[in-house]
């Protein structure tokens, strides 16, 4: 079969079933869970004869010789089974629950996977048929899983001016389901020629993450699997443990990360009168600069520890991480101090698929003690002002982030120029000096100069869609400021 029918058969199981009520997520856990089982069961066979660990009466044709309710029960079994196995195994498994009620629909699912054979297809359309379904279900609003969804621009954008090599190790500490692993790859093996060591380091020693929701997780190591980084019976490389939690021994060469929005951490706990409530979780790590509850704040401390000397970050973070005062002020000093900040680029809303959210990407590298502070000069790109993107009608492309990174100057960023000047004020790249921002008040980094033009000029308004989604975004923002205040108001 075409690429294109394979496509077009997966996709329209995806309609049917959610015309029974099926979400696009549960459709992709099902199908994570079934398309596991199956190449497990085409690897377990000659030439590749590896051992998958799963149990006979649990495997692949334990599902295509049953029919009816003996299907439902059975696959409820062997979900519940296999969820308690070691290693990768069990992370795919972990907590999964059976949600394709009806066992006609359910066999459809089983099979359309069983009539290919998955193992010989090209990594790279097994790749686009698993994120297209990924990207559909951060669509999905209702879901909410676009919160676990990176818009793939942007990190192509964060992958071509971090530049990752071969043999070099790459983190996220909060990996979602592995867009910035993936894009990484993909970069590496597009751009070096590779040997068979090389290779193999690529595959198995290269990538690892942190990720704490049981279903992102297994559909992150599924999406790896699918793109072959890593090993059907090798062991699992993406941690379900909470990365803010303690120090890590290993450093790594390279963090590339979007951390969750929401500004505070929390955890529910039993009061005296046995009722759940929350409370901010703060992280109390000799190793943190600052004890707080923002859970930005932490992870951009987080990640700093988790870099090699020289080893370089790229990371999605929100507007409080530049401005906020106390904690944020105490981070930001030490940022500049101990790591080369070099770069932020400041981003536009509507891309995200949470609304309202103002986010900014820092690069930084890190560097070993010093009396005098690594970061001489912090250049700012400016892509917000006066730019205007929704998800549908107008996405974020890769190109539209070009400028950005011929600035940025991957080939050697200590000979960049500044396209601002006082003849071009319209300029959107421009530089400060660690003089310059010191001397601001509570060392704020939400810098810009760059006048809006919507505010001046009511002849070039946008569309008036953009215009309702832009006020949408800004009424979410703010609802979302006040339910933090009605938070701390009311002890939550």
């Given amino acids: 079969m075409t690429q294109e029918s394979i496509i077009s058969k997966v996709w329209n199981l995806a309609h049917v079933l959610r015309d029974d009520g099926v979400g696009y997520g549960d459709y992709l856990e099902q199908i994570t869970f079934l398309l596991f089982l199956k190449m497990a069961d085409e690897y377990g066979r000659p030439p590749h004869n590896k051992k998958t660990a799963i149990p006979e009466e649990y495997n692949w044709e334990s599902l295509t010789q049953r029919r009816g309710a003996d299907l439902e029960s059975h696959y409820t079994m062997l979900l519940r089974e296999l969820g308690q196995a070691k290693g990768t195994l069990g992370q795919i498994f972990t907590k999964a629950q059976n949600k394709i009620q009806d066992p006609a629909k ?70 979602g389901t592995g867009g910035f692993f993936l894009v990484s790859y993909d ?183 010093s009396k005098e502070a690594h ?36 080939e050697n960023r200590h000979k960049r120029k500044e396209t601002y000047s006082e003849k071009n004020p319209e300029g959107r790249f421009r530089k400060f000096s660690y003089k310059e921002i010191m001397a601001r008040d509570k060392t704020n980094l939400d810098i810009f100069w760059l006048k809006d033009k919507s505010l001046a000029d009511l002849d070039n308004l946008p569309d008036p869609d953009e215009l309702a989604n832009e006020i949408i975004e800004n009424i979410e923002a703010g609802l979302e400021s006040f339910r933090e205040i009605a938070g701390v108001l009311n002890g939550d």
């Fill in 106 to 175: 359910l066999l459809k699912v089983i099979d359309m996977i069983n009539k290919e054979q998955w193992s010989l297809m090209g990594s790279d359309l097994k790749g686009r048929i698993y994120e297209g379904l990924l990207e559909k279900n951060a669509e999905d609003v209702k879901s909410g899983a676009g919160q676990y969804f990176t818009p793939r621009a942007l990190i192509k954008a964060m992958v071509h001016c971090v530049r990752p090599e071969p043999k070099k190790t790459i983190t996220d500490p909060a990996c």
């Fill in 187 to 369: 970069y590496i093996t597009e751009n070096y020629d590779l040997n068979k060591d090389d290779k193999n380091f690529l595959k198995n020693k290269t990538f690892f993450g942190n990720e704490i929701v049981a279903s992102t997780r297994r559909m992150c190591l599924m999406n790896m699997f699918l793109h072959n980084i890593g090993e059907i019976d090798g062991d699992s490389f993406i941690s379900p443990t909470d990365a803010l939690i303690s120090a890590e021994d290993r450093k790594y060469d390279y963090v590339l990360t979007n951390p969750p929005f929401g500004k505070k951490s929390s955890m529910s706990i039993t009061n005296e009168a046995g009722e759940q409530e929350k409370q901010d979780l703060t992280y109390n790590r000799q190793d943190f600069w600052a004890t707080t509850s923002n859970k930005q704040l932490n992870f951009l401390q987080h990640i700093r520890t988790l870099l090699k000397a020289n080893g370089q970050a790229a990371v999605v973070l929100p507007d409080n991480v530049l401005f906020e005062g106390g904690a944020g002020e105490t981070v930001r000093k030490e940022m500049l101090k101990t790591t080369d900040l070099h770069t932020i680029l400041r981003l536009p809303t509507g891309i995200f698929y949470a609304h309202g959210v103002k986010a900014n990407v820092l690069f930084f590298e890190n560097k070993e003690a």
């Fill in 375 to 410: 970061t001489k000069e912090v250049w700012i790109y400016d892509y917000r002002t006066n730019i205007h993107h929704t998800l549908k009608k107008q996405p974020l492309r890769f190109e539209d982030l070009s400028e950005f990174i011929q600035c940025y100057n991957t």
